[in-house]
């Protein structure tokens, strides 16, 4: 079945940096593009970036500049690096597999989420 794990989050101070991991399982990882999302406590959840299967990528403006999607189809593993942050990116963070095009997916499918906090 398929699987996300998500790992990685943490405490910082503003203006330091994590990178999130999310290993997948349970389906052809690079035939799929796939998606970090957030969701802050009293708010819906939200898209932060994206990676297509063919690399292509795309960030919400609020992290444009300081956030870096990436993935190693290698390892079945996706990243989130994230630089600058500030206590506005305090959040659980989500991986998801997008299905469509070759990807055979059914429906998204959510890891179970890793939790950033950023203090000030």
């Known amino acids: 079945q398929v699987q996300l794990v998500e790992s990685g989050g943490g405490s910082v101070q503003a203006g330091g940096s994590l990178k999130l991991s999310c290993a997948a399982s349970g389906y052809i990882f690079s035939r799929c593009g796939m998606g970090w999302y957030r969701q802050a406590p009293g708010k819906e959840r939200e898209l932060v970036s994206t990676?297509?299967?063919?690399?292509?990528?795309s960030y919400t403006d609020s992290v444009k500049g300081r956030f870096t999607i990436s993935r190693n189809n290698a390892l079945n593993i996706l990243y989130l690096q994230m630089n600058s942050l500030k206590t506005e990116d305090t959040a659980m963070y989500y991986c998801a597999a997008v299905p469509g095009g070759y990807c055979y997916l059914s429906s998204y499918y959510w890891g179970q989420g890793t939790q950033v906090t950023i203090a000030s």
């Open positions: 990676i297509s299967s063919d690399g292509t990528t």
